[in-house]
């Protein structure tokens, strides 16, 4: 049988649709989606008539558009997927993000003299009530936090750290390489299990610049180990004149252990241990926009505020507009989205499991079942690394979970989950109950049959 040939791009552009297109994208663009069309008919897709292919041109366009940024569903049971973005903000936070976005602000302007000020005095006041220290600065993260501080005071010097503490944290981030990057040298001391306070103080000599300390952020060292208690080690700088910094990596300003999680010194524990800087994230425990934090000795955070590199670190006034009011609803004892998702009640979600088990059950593709599932959540992004909460995931198996998977990710607003155990798990834990309509809403486009 012989086809249909396709229309001339010039016939399609006729079509009423099409014209819309252009009126909304411009010609340029429509033409190009409208010529991919065509291709797409004569390499024997679909029909040749011209309103279908203007139609196929408007999906294709609207595929292009879609942001690659654009909004997911986080069900993988993680609740600071650093892959997803970390924490999401509070509704007052975003509030100040918005406005500082649209509107200009005091970032460098001192009100009450009217001359300049300086960029991160908004918030020292309340990271002095918080986690008493003296002295605050504001950076890109907390990886940049860390080079600062090893720019700043350990250029050409030693830098003592123990063997059990050299982490990669992910990527190119390895505590080796970041010395190495910051042009300070590492003095490695103790084992990678076992580090004592006289391995420490045997190293102290001339050459050491600084005593850092970091967290194990996301791995355990178990069984014969031990390690020196940060106090213990604030002792050891102070006797020898030389600073401790004590890298928290996620840097909590609540306790963890209400939660059921192993306990984790708190910012101000750790100030109050005796670290001459502390150094932790604005987008992991605490809930806030990515930032890293330095706090601690006054005369420190200067010097670290006078390097070339703070410059090219700073935090924007849009991020510190969100991590001020972050900051403020700690004071007011308010949760912010991540602490709603670590105290989330296990009986919570299984309610909203019920809710959404029918729903979800009509609109999968055909074959699939769907099933509640008790699940093991995580805090993610390197805190509590081998600590689970309990949690309730919508089970789904019957089909071939890969293309499922593959399905949910290419939705308009993509689902993550998770394939274990011959299920694909979907973790109701990050789910906001308010939000359960829209996620409905999501997998409603899903295909029919896979
Ligand atoms: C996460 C982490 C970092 C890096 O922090 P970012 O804010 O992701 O840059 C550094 N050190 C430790 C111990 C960490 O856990």
């Not at 950076?139 to 050299?166: C, Q």
Request: hydrophobic residues 45%; glycine residues 10%; charged residues 20%.
């Amino acid at each position: 049988m012989e086809r249909t040939r396709p229309p001339s791009v010039s016939r399609v552009l006729e079509e009423p649709q099409a014209r819309q297109l252009v009126a909304s994208h411009g010609q340029a663009l429509v033409t190009g989606a409208v010529r991919a069309a065509i291709a797409a008919v004569r390499a024997g897709g679909g029909a040749a008539d011209p309103a279908r292919i203007a139609a196929d041109a408007a999906a294709i366009l609207a595929r292009a558009n879609r942001s690659a940024l654009r909004p997911v569903w986080n069900m993988t049971g993680t609740i600071l997927h650093t892959n997803l973005g970390r924490a999401l903000l509070s509704d007052g936070a975003i509030a100040a993000a918005s406005a500082a976005m649209a509107r200009p602000v005091a970032l460098e302007y001192d009100l009450a003299e009217g001359g300049r000020g300086e960029r991160d005095a908004a918030l020292s006041g309340l990271l002095e009530e918080l986690t008493g220290t003296e002295g605050s600065l504001l950076v890109n993260n907390n990886a940049a936090a860390v080079m600062l501080v090893l720019a700043g005071l350990a250029k050409g010097r030693e830098v003592i750290v123990s063997r059990g503490e050299l982490i990669e944290i992910g990527g190119a981030f390895r505590l080796p390489a970041i010395m190495e990057a910051a042009g300070a040298m590492l003095r490695e001391v103790g084992t990678t299990n076992r580090t004592h306070l006289k391995d420490y103080a045997e190293a102290i000599g001339p050459e050491t610049a600084l005593i850092l300390k970091v967290h194990p952020s996301n791995y355990r060292i178990e069984g014969f180990t031990s390690d020196v208690p940060a106090g213990d080690l604030a002792a050891l700088a102070r006797q020898h004149g030389v600073p401790l910094v004590n890298d928290l990596g996620s840097g909590t300003l609540r306790d963890l252990a209400p939660l059921g999680l192993p306990s984790e010194p708190t910012v101000a524990e750790a100030v109050a241990e005796g670290a001459d800087l502390v150094t932790f994230s604005g987008d992991k425990l605490l809930g806030g926009p990515q930032a890293g934090f330095v706090v601690g000795r006054q005369d420190l955070i200067d010097r670290l505020k006078r390097h070339p590199m703070k410059r090219a670190m700073r935090l924007d006034k849009v991020r510190l507009a969100a991590l001020e009011v972050t900051l403020r609803e700690y004071r007011q004892g308010r949760d912010n989205p991540t602490w709603w998702a670590l105290q989330r009640p296990v009986a919570e979600i299984a309610a909203a499991g019920e809710r959404l088990l029918p729903q979800v059950a009509a609109l999968l593709p055909a074959g699939f079942a769907v099933s509640l599932r008790d699940n093991s959540a995580q805090v993610g992004s390197g805190a509590a690394p081998t600590a689970t909460l309990p949690s309730i995931a919508l089970a789904i198996s019957g089909g071939p979970l890969e293309e499922l998977a593959a399905a949910l990710r290419a939705l308009d607003e993509p689902v993550i989950g998770r394939i274990s155990h011959g299920s694909l798990l979907l973790d109701l834990r990050c789910l906001p109950p308010a939000q359960e309509g829209a996620f409905l809403a999501a997998l409603a486009s899903l295909p029919s049959a896979l």
